[in-house]
């Protein structure tokens, strides 16, 4: 038996500003989108490098206001890279804390994303 990395599952309210964020902002790619039916809620997962993550539309899945910390390599030119897209929703700057140097990013539905280069 081995347990493997988790798949967190965000709440998303807007498949638009879901992309516009996700994929436009923080550059994920979208690896495949499900609906039961075509007015159906949708549940995408998108990934960038080894991070993995599932956004749903569906009611009970995910709780707007979830933190997740989330280990990068090279902070620094993460952050470059998000501050040249001038993202009108965010700017984020990193912080030194005790475990590391840090940036949180809130995405448009209240998740809290704490991508983090550990020390």
């Known amino acids: 038996m ?24 923080l550059g994920f790619k979208a690896d495949w989108e499900h609906r039961f039916e075509p007015d159906l809620p949708l549940y995408v997962q998108v990934h960038r490098d080894a991070l993995v993550l599932h956004l749903s539309e569906h009611h009970g899945d995910g709780t707007p206001g979830t933190a997740l910390f989330l280990p990068v390599e090279d902070i620094g030119e993460f952050h470059r890279e998000l501050s040249a897209k001038q993202y009108a929703y965010a700017r984020p700057g990193i912080e030194e804390m005790p475990w590391g140097r840090q940036m949180q990013i809130a995405d448009p539905f209240g998740n809290m994303l704490r991508f983090c280069e550990l020390s």
């Open 2 to 25: 081995k347990l493997l990395a988790p798949i967190p599952i965000l709440r998303m309210f807007s498949v638009e500003k879901a992309y516009a964020f996700y994929i436009d902002f």
